[in-house]
């Protein structure tokens, strides 16, 4: 669903470049564009964009008779905890034979490189990057905010969370994801282009079903860990997800006040629960073989919040947690329409 | 002993191109310095001279009165199988708080990024380094030469060795080091440093003991294990090391004929093999506290040698071959005077 935006995002990059910007690299002839994919993961979605964005360069390039490609620097960021070797070892020789396979003996240098750190701070040298990408990362906060003691059994923003609890999380959201905006518009050169998406919402209110049920439900299974006397109350309710799902608007307000980009392309897209494949990828048909699309989701949402769970809850009730969890989500995905919401911007920076 | 001639090549980049030259990024005023560490391995080493870079530059700066320092990119490289995880997670954390703790609230910023790859084919965006490390790495050949079959029971060149295989050697070492030398004439920029120290020998006789005794050693430990009936005759006469270690009047060939650098230092070193301490950092006073320097330079010499011995030999005899390398290393030590040959240069890519 974001492809369309990638694509006319780089395609943009380098026809407008090539025409009247001053500042992009291609313009001024020079020989390199730098791509960055932010919270890359290690998996077969590593790479997915970076592989995209060389394709489509090559294509424009052959199309417009430069007979020279430029080289490619993709720099693969995620936090130092992320499996780098995993990447070089498997995904980057599959990145490169692909490329030759697809373009062959035209396939231009492509140099990979992993930059560890928390896309909330600096990570590539000012005015390095042309093209920016991130894709299920940025609903992420930098921590849990503070003044959520009053979510007492919620874990995340919920129908029953007190208003305060939502305007620390929203807060969160507006301090983190400024700083995120401040720091590529010092990375991004004038002219280049940055595509998000992330999980967010419709509705313009915080604590709306859409976005919080998924966690609902989560605290739910936790809660019957409790009734069983696996957890203690003190902990489930110290417990809270770092995490903000915007709206378009909250997500324009905080670009436009950054000030450094604008604003090309925003819109939603949703996405059923149950095309949460077992393998990581989404597959609308891989709940039509019968397999349990409880299990499925509750598998992907265990793939990114364990490490939070097992560090506050301890490893020993994850496999119960989950197996609740999965109970919770065949019963309800069984009567519901359950939804994720994605909200996609596409922005260029201002020269 | 090689820490002079980095600190001078680093000085020259900076104070010769704040004056004349015309393409380094300082004397354009441009933002950002750019430095790669070629076979960086992961440990203790891997981040000392990034981290000498960094604040010979920030002392440079602030002693011209430079209030702003430029941003720095330290790209480390190694092959894919390299332990990039353990950089990221370990060794990078210390370096910035080191640099913290060194530099105060004026450390600038350091951005670290992992190259995956053999750096014996192009790794870097053209023109996009300041200065170039690589320590310890280029004696590695990127293969076993061809046409050496008649090096019999001899693991590497030997005394015994034909004339035939010493030639086979020496023209791999001169095809991969001029391709090293034309790979990063490309990625470094008019004016930039490179610094390479390598094992190499005094002798002109690439036959020479100073640089064969090692592996003759190991040679004479491989041949222990044949007569014990644990290896195969045809499996010792198969195996060779891809290592070649030139004289000084071979890198400045090499160097001369490719064209792109010009030398400005070029020199020996000699360090005693017991100076190989067993937490892998030189220290010459640690074999006088009553430790086996025959126990040291076996566990050196393995964690290099280990993975070739086992892809060929196999894991069930590499406990007994460094057992018996341990005994003879010993023995011989005692009664000669041992030492390794390094051989530095510090280039400048020419305008």
Redesign the interface.
């Known amino acids: 669903m974001t492809k369309p935006i990638i694509e006319a995002a780089i395609t943009e990059l380098i026809m407008c470049s090539s025409s009247s910007s001053s500042s992009s690299s291609m313009a001024r002839g020079a020989?390199?564009l730098?791509m960055a994919e932010l919270g890359c993961s290690s998996g077969p979605n590593t790479l997915i964009v970076a592989t995209e964005f060389v394709k489509i360069v090559s294509q424009l390039c052959h199309k417009h008779g430069h007979d020279q490609l430029p080289?490619f620097?993709i720099?693969l960021n995620d936090l130092?905890?992320n499996?780098?070797?995993s990447i070089?070892?498997s995904f980057?020789?599959s990145f490169h034979a692909q490329l030759l396979q697809e373009l062959g003996s035209s396939a231009p240098?492509c140099?990979?490189?992993?930059?560890?750190g928390s896309f909330y701070g600096?990570?590539?040298?000012?005015?390095?990057l042309h093209f920016v990408h991130s894709s299920y990362s940025l609903m992420w906060l930098s921590k849990v905010p503070e003044r959520v003691e009053m979510n007492k059994e919620n874990i995340y923003i919920a129908s029953t969370s007190p208003e305060s609890v939502i305007t620390a999380y929203y807060e969160q959201f507006q301090r983190d994801f400024s700083t995120f905006l401040r720091c590529r518009s010092e990375e991004v050169m004038g002219g280049g282009r940055m595509v998000l998406t992330l999980l967010g919402r419709k509705s313009e209110s915080a604590s709306s079903k859409e976005c919080c049920y998924i966690w609902e439900l989560l605290a739910l299974s936790l809660k019957e860990l409790l009734s069983q006397g696996l957890i203690e109350e003190e902990k489930l309710c110290s417990f809270n997800i770092p995490q903000y799902t915007p709206s378009l608007s909250e997500v324009n307000t905080e670009v436009e006040k950054e000030g450094s980009f604008t604003i090309n392309r925003l819109q939603l897209s949703e996405i059923a629960w149950a095309a949460c494949s077992g393998n990581g990828l989404c597959s609308p048909e891989y709940s039509k073989n019968g397999v349990d699309d409880g299990y499925n989701v509750a598998k992907c949402m265990r793939s990114v919040a364990e490490p939070l769970l097992v560090e506050h809850f301890g490893e020993s009730v994850i496999d119960q947690l989950f197996e609740n969890y999965r109970n919770i989500l065949s019963d309800r995905m069984s009567k519901e329409d359950t939804k994720f919401v994605n909200v996609t911007v596409s922005m260029t920076k201002k020269e």
């Open positions: 020989k390199s730098c080289e620097q720099q130092p905890g499996d780098f070797n070089f070892k980057a020789p240098y140099f990979l490189s992993g930059v560890p600096r990570l590539f040298a000012a005015k390095s």
